[in-house]
């Protein structure tokens, strides 16, 4: 589920590597990758939470399900950046109604 969405003036693939560099700094388990997308996981608490552009020219916060470990990184990226919060969550394109 797509849980919000990021505003960076800055293409992604121009923005991946502050955007790295700001995760790292405030989580110890973060993977990612530059593969004609910009993708990022975030363990935590044994959650994984997805920012990603698989599905969008801007960065999506993404997870399997809601929860608080959404909610903190919505709230770690709102420190820095403004994230667009979805009203309610959207579906990925192949997770099912």
Same mark, same amino acid.
């Given at each position: 589920? *797509?849980?919000?969405?990021?505003?960076?003036? $800055?293409?992604?693939?121009?923005?991946? &590597?502050?955007? !790295?560099?700001?995760?790292?700094?405030?989580?110890?388990?973060? !993977?990612?990758?530059?593969?004609?997308? +910009?993708?990022?996981? *975030?363990?935590?608490?044994?959650?994984?939470? $997805?920012?990603?552009?698989?599905?969008?020219?801007?960065?999506?916060?993404? +997870? $399997?399900?809601?929860?608080?470990?959404?909610?903190?990184? *919505?709230?770690?990226?709102?420190?820095?950046?403004?994230?667009? *919060?979805?009203?309610?969550? &959207?579906? &990925?394109?192949?997770? !099912?109604?």
């Amino acid at each position: 589920m *797509i849980f919000a969405e990021m505003d960076h003036p $800055a293409e992604y693939w121009d923005f991946h &590597e502050e955007l !790295e560099g700001f995760l790292c700094s405030h989580y110890s388990c973060v !993977e990612s990758g530059m593969q004609t997308d +910009s993708w990022f996981w *975030i363990f935590d608490g044994g959650e994984k939470v $997805a920012i990603d552009t698989f599905s969008s020219t801007k960065h999506q916060v993404k +997870s $399997a399900r809601a929860g608080s470990h959404v909610e903190h990184v *919505i709230g770690v990226l709102r420190l820095k950046y403004p994230v667009r *919060i979805y009203p309610k969550p &959207e579906l &990925e394109g192949h997770e !099912e109604a």
